[in-house]
């Protein structure tokens, strides 16, 4: 069966004094409508040329991206990104921001459409009341509001957000967490988001795909979230599941849950994970392990 949105095999290779060096290689996955997929693993290894070799934003080296079993090679509106640092003009209101993506996105529409549009989605994330107001005149915290309202309002198949809670404090990330989580249970679109937060992964995701480190970084583990959403925050400190994943998912990372397949061509791709005081250790496996914790 053909994925909604699907990367495969994907390869991205940059020129370097020893030679061409692949950072990602043999990165497959698939999304379908409606899924929330989380991308953790640890920092260089290859997580955010995955989205952008997704949002069409860079040309992969070796395999490519397919929408509904059709190839895709460039960025088009069936896609949006939602970057770590507020992309946003500065002299523009709100309203004109979110507005002017639209004009890209939804042509269709007549200059009051795209503003009733913008005005809508500033709405869902709580920011209608400054709609007018210049993007100079707003906190750090509602630029970001402003960017996801902006990626919302685009309507894509496929949403990407690149860490985009990462330069926020503690009480607005949960409130962008939260509108996040209300957005999905109203959409049938997929999305895919780099953390390094795993509370935050195994809070928002329906799975969870946990990269090797590079070079020739790939799949390494996939946990599926056993808990549906929308979920209690306190369920984070107090479900013994998703305890029992947050764990399982943190001892990964750090290199002491040990052996780990992934998936690969045909030789079988490489986990390399660290070990206290020791040098990196690679291992080939050929089969690729899909876990649920129970």
Same mark, same amino acid.
């Given at each position: 069966?053909?994925?909604?949105? $699907?990367?495969?095999?994907?390869?991205? =290779?940059?020129?370097?004094?020893?030679?061409?060096?692949?950072?990602?290689?043999?990165?497959?996955?698939? #999304?379908?409508?409606?899924? #929330?997929?989380?991308?953790?693993?640890?920092?260089?290894?290859?997580?955010?040329?995955?989205?952008?070799?997704?949002?069409?934003?860079?040309?992969?080296? $070796?395999?490519? @991206?397919?929408?509904?079993?059709?190839?895709?090679?460039? =960025?088009?509106?069936? /896609?949006?990104?939602?970057?770590?640092?507020?992309?946003?003009?500065?002299?523009?209101?709100?309203?004109?921001?979110?507005?002017?993506?639209?004009?890209?996105?939804?042509?269709?529409?007549?200059?009051?459409?795209?503003?009733?549009?913008?005005?809508?989605?500033?709405?869902?994330?709580? !920011?209608?009341? *400054?709609?007018?107001?210049?993007?100079? $005149?707003?906190?750090?915290?509602?630029?970001? /509001?402003?960017? *996801?309202?902006?990626?919302?309002?685009? $309507?894509?198949?496929?949403?990407?957000?690149?860490?985009?809670?990462? +330069?926020?404090?503690?009480?607005?990330?949960?409130?962008?967490?939260?509108?996040?989580?209300?957005?999905?249970?109203?959409?049938?679109?997929?999305? !895919? +988001?780099?953390?390094?937060?795993?509370?935050?992964?195994?809070?928002?995701?329906?799975?969870?795909?946990?990269?090797?480190?590079?070079?020739?970084?790939?799949?390494?583990? @996939?946990?599926?979230?056993?808990?549906?959403?929308?979920?209690?925050?306190?369920?984070?400190?107090?479900?013994? *599941?998703?305890?029992?994943?947050?764990?399982?998912?943190?001892?990964?990372?750090?290199?002491?849950?040990?052996?780990?397949?992934?998936?690969?061509?045909?030789?079988?791709?490489?986990? @390399?994970?660290?070990?206290?005081?020791?040098?990196?250790?690679?291992?080939?496996?050929?089969?690729?392990?899909?876990?649920?914790?129970?």
């Amino acid at each position: 069966m053909k994925g909604f949105w $699907e990367a495969r095999e994907l390869g991205k =290779a940059f020129w370097t004094p020893q030679g061409l060096t692949f950072v990602v290689r043999h990165f497959s996955l698939c #999304f379908e409508p409606g899924e #929330f997929v989380c991308l953790v693993g640890h920092s260089g290894c290859g997580k955010s040329t995955v989205l952008s070799i997704l949002a069409g934003l860079q040309a992969p080296t $070796e395999g490519g @991206i397919y929408r509904r079993g059709v190839p895709v090679r460039r =960025a088009d509106r069936t /896609r949006a990104m939602v970057f770590q640092s507020p992309s946003l003009f500065p002299w523009m209101t709100a309203e004109q921001n979110v507005a002017l993506a639209l004009e890209g996105t939804h042509p269709e529409l007549s200059g009051k459409e795209r503003r009733e549009k913008a005005r809508f989605y500033l709405g869902k994330v709580g !920011l209608e009341e *400054v709609a007018g107001k210049r993007i100079g $005149e707003l906190s750090m915290g509602m630029r970001q /509001r402003v960017n *996801v309202a902006r990626a919302f309002a685009m $309507e894509p198949e496929l949403l990407l957000l690149d860490e985009p809670f990462g +330069m926020l404090d503690s009480i607005t990330r949960s409130e962008l967490q939260e509108v996040l989580l209300e957005h999905w249970g109203q959409s049938a679109c997929a999305g !895919l +988001m780099v953390t390094h937060d795993i509370e935050e992964a195994v809070y928002l995701a329906d799975r969870i795909v946990v990269m090797t480190d590079g070079p020739e970084a790939t799949v390494g583990k @996939i946990f599926r979230n056993p808990s549906p959403r929308p979920k209690d925050r306190r369920q984070l400190g107090e479900d013994p *599941v998703l305890l029992a994943l947050r764990q399982e998912i943190f001892e990964l990372l750090e290199g002491s849950a040990g052996s780990l397949r992934s998936v690969s061509g045909a030789e079988g791709a490489q986990w @390399i994970f660290r070990s206290s005081g020791r040098p990196l250790v690679k291992r080939k496996w050929s089969q690729r392990v899909e876990t649920t914790v129970k």
